[in-house]
C-alpha cells in the first residue's frame, strides 16, 4: 500500500521559514517524480513543485521560485520542500503527491498525472 506521510508545517511569521517531509513507503521511491501541491482558503488545488525520480531535474511555480526548495533522499525514500521568505499568500495546505507513472516527469504536471497523496500539512504565515 503506498502511504505518503508528511510532517512539518505550522504557524511561521512573514519573512520566516519552514521545511515540510514527507516519507513515503509502499512503493520504489527512487522510480517516482515527486510533487508538492497546495490549497489556500477558499480556492483551487496550485501545483508549487516538482523533482525527477534522480533529483536532478526540478521546476517551480513562478510564485515560489526563489524561495522555495525541493529536494529528496531516495536513500531516506523522503521528499523535502524548504520553504524561505514566506509570504501571507504562501497560507495554505500543503500536499506531496507521487506521479502515477514511474519514470514519467513533466516540468509542468497535471494534477490528473498524480496517482497518490499525503495527508496535507498546515502552513500559516502571519504576524
Known amino acids: 500500500e503506498v502511504q505518503l506521510v508528511q510532517s512539518g508545517g505550522g504557524l511561521v511569521q512573514p519573512g520566516g521559514s519552514l521545511r515540510l517531509s514527507c516519507a513515503a513507503s509502499?512503493?520504489?521511491?527512487?522510480?517516482?517524480?515527486m510533487s508538492w501541491v497546495r490549497q489556500a482558503p477558499g480556492k483551487g488545488l496550485e501545483w508549487v513543485s516538482v523533482?525527477?525520480?534522480?533529483?536532478?531535474?526540478?521546476n517551480y511555480a513562478g510564485s515560489v521560485k526563489g524561495r522555495f526548495t525541493i529536494s529528496r533522499d531516495n536513500a531516506k525514500n523522503t521528499l523535502y520542500l524548504q520553504m524561505n521568505s514566506l509570504k501571507p499568500e504562501d497560507t495554505a495546505v500543503y500536499y506531496c503527491?507521487?506521479?502515477?507513472?514511474?519514470?514519467?516527469?513533466?516540468?509542468?504536471?497535471?494534477?490528473?498525472?498524480?496517482?497518490?497523496w499525503g495527508q496535507g500539512t498546515q502552513v500559516t504565515v502571519s504576524s
Open positions: 523533482i525527477n525520480s534522480g533529483g536532478d531535474k526540478i
Open positions: 503527491a507521487k506521479y502515477s507513472l514511474d519514470s514519467y516527469y513533466d516540468d509542468y504536471p497535471s494534477l490528473a498525472d498524480f496517482g497518490s
Open positions: 509502499g512503493f520504489t521511491f527512487s522510480n517516482y517524480a
